[in-house]
């Protein structure tokens, strides 16, 4: 939502892509872990559907509160049907789950993620900031030079690593669902261009369903920033309802980064 994504003040300033990531004070502890800080990063996006129904945070993923004056989004592993899915439920809340990973992307690998969403606020839409809840968003964080960033932006950049310690991810591309902008458009964030939402589903007439996509994750980089991506450092899930105050579930499956031979 508009607080939790950016907004001004020191609660506000920890961000909607934020890299380093803390667990929750009030969840229980996960029947699961990280790996050490030393241990090599992942080159792929753990899967939900391996943990153990009811884990919070599965195997390689972790907590990342976006403000912790506000309620938190709760994430468990369910099954639905025959799956184990990740599902999400956010009341008037704004937390993320994250996995780090070291990926080097190139042309034509593409991301597969599916999700099902339960209803939305009809007022919803990255568009506005004080509308800006999303039911569901995938969230990939990129290195970069920040020293090619305008002097607003790293300006912006030191605030926010002053107030939270903590260093923005050179880019991040979002991928979410909306509720009035059509599918394709490419929005900035209201507080820095370095975090833009990409649309790949509108309106409400898929909810319900379970919704499965595929993306050309360098083209659609290049499309939202104009350069090519360098490493993928995280890849996340967020499902927030803070800006408009309202309840909102979601489901998601397993996300998968695919390199071109294994595309198809």
Same mark, same amino acid.
């Given at each position: 939502g508009r607080r939790a994504c950016l907004g001004l003040g020191v609660l506000a300033l920890t961000g909607c892509a934020v890299r380093p990531v803390h667990e929750p004070q009030s969840a229980p502890a996960s029947t699961s872990s990280t790996p050490g800080a030393d241990a090599p990063l992942p080159t792929q996006v753990m899967p939900f559907s391996v943990a153990v129904p009811g884990t919070q945070a599965p195997t390689g993923w972790r907590h990342y509160v976006l403000r912790r004056d506000r309620p938190q989004t709760r994430y468990a592993v369910?099954? %639905?049907?025959?799956?184990?899915?990740?599902?999400?439920?956010?009341?008037?809340?704004?937390?993320?789950?994250?996995?780090?990973?070291?990926?080097?992307?190139?042309?034509?690998?593409?991301?597969?993620?599916?999700?099902?969403?339960?209803?939305?606020?009809?007022?919803?839409?990255?568009?506005?900031? &004080?509308?800006?809840?999303?039911?569901?968003?995938?969230?990939?964080?990129? %290195?970069?030079? %920040?020293?090619?960033?305008?002097?607003? &932006?790293?300006?912006?950049?030191?605030?926010?690593?002053?107030?939270?310690?903590?260093?923005?991810?050179?880019?991040?591309?979002?991928?979410?669902?909306?509720?009035?902008?059509?599918? &394709?458009?490419?929005i900035h964030n209201h507080r820095t261009s370095r975090i833009r939402y990409l649309t790949v589903e509108h309106g409400q007439a898929r909810l319900g369903s379970w919704l499965a996509y595929e993306r050309d994750v360098v083209a659609d980089f290049r499309r939202a920033f104009g350069e090519a991506p360098q490493r993928i450092s995280s890849v996340g899930v967020l499902t927030d309802s803070d800006a408009l105050k309202h309840e909102q579930q979601a489901w998601y499956g397993d996300i998968e980064y695919l390199a071109p031979n294994a595309a198809g």
């Open positions: 369910v099954r %639905d049907g025959p799956r184990k899915v990740l599902h999400a439920h956010a009341a008037a809340a704004a937390t993320g789950l994250q996995c780090p990973v070291a990926i080097e992307p190139a042309a034509g690998d593409r991301l597969r993620f599916s999700w099902r969403v339960a209803q939305m606020h009809d007022d919803a839409t990255v568009a506005r900031p &004080e509308a800006d809840d999303s039911p569901a968003r995938i969230v990939l964080a990129f %290195d970069g030079d %920040d020293a090619r960033l305008s002097l607003r &932006e790293r300006l912006f950049f030191d605030q926010v690593e002053l107030f939270t310690g903590q260093r923005l991810p050179y880019a991040t591309l979002m991928y979410v669902w909306d509720r009035h902008l059509p599918t &394709e458009s490419v």
